[in-house]
């Protein structure tokens, strides 16, 4: 994850400055770019495969209901007052109806509660 990168580009530019630093970041995710370069040439040569198709479909399905049980879990655990429901809601409509992005959706929703906690922070 993150944590190892970090952690080996600090070590490595603490013993060989930037050196070392590129060389222990390289020697840390090497091995998952090698592993995904395989599964990635494995799956080009089965993407034509009517049972692949079907799996990776379900796959798909699948991982959608684990996003959606995610997104529940934070909206009940963090959606609490009127206010944020309306910001959800609308966030919502916003990325429906007008296709935003939603890198774009997110930093609308930052701009939103920064301005609320200011208007707050005012009175």
Do not use: D
Not at 15 to 29: E, M, N
Not at 37 to 63: C, K, Y
Not at 86 to 100: D, N
């Amino acid at each position: 994850g993150i944590i190892a990168v970090n952690v080996a580009t600090f070590t490595g530019y603490k013993i060989l400055g930037v050196a070392g630093a590129c060389l222990s970041t390289l020697a840390v995710i090497l091995p998952s770019i090698i592993i995904i370069l395989i599964l990635a040439s494995f799956l080009q040569l089965v993407m034509g495969n009517a049972i692949f198709s079907h799996v990776f479909a379900g796959i798909r399905i699948g991982v959608v209901a684990l996003v959606l049980n995610e997104v529940v879990k934070l909206f009940k655990r963090n959606v609490i007052t009127t206010y944020q429901k309306c910001i959800f809601v609308g966030i919502l409509i916003v990325l429906f109806v007008f296709h935003i992005s939603p890198i774009a959706a997110i930093l609308l929703s930052a701009g939103v509660g920064v301005v609320s906690f200011f208007k707050r922070r005012a009175k």
